[in-house]
């Protein structure tokens, strides 16, 4: 009888070297750009990638270098007009920590515009008479 409780684990050292080579053939791949279809070709959740960069020291080094060859290639992708500009846009803002400024600015200006009426209605209200 053996002595192990729960179930066993399925991806040993070896298992997530593997796995991490095979990610780096896959991104030499000319459409290969979005790391979910890696895992669901592979037959796994896309929620794992992150999983196997914590087990494996190895899998953290492709999964690092993975990141930075993405943002590359949707930035050289885009600079070539090859795909499309606001989804290349979303990716860059929600994948690779980039910000749109006309949004910040467009923000900002909101901002002080909401201020300065705000202060023109502090001082005005004083000046309004009511007529009871």
Known sequence: MSSTVGRPTQYTE?????E??????WMKKPRSIY???FAIERGYSPTRL???AQMSEEFSRVMS???EWQEQKLLTSALYNE???AITKFALINHHKYRDKSQEEAQDI??????FLKGCRDRAEP???DDD
Not at 20 to 25: V, W
């Open 14 to 18: 070896d298992w997530l070297a593997n």
């Open 20 to 25: 991490a080579k095979a990610f780096m053939e």
């Open 35 to 37: 790391f979910k279809t």
């Open 50 to 52: 992150h999983e196997f």
């Open 65 to 67: 270098y993975a990141k």
């Open 83 to 85: 795909t499309n500009a």
């Open 110 to 115: 909101g901002i002080a515009v909401a201020s």
């Open 127 to 129: 000046l309004v008479k």
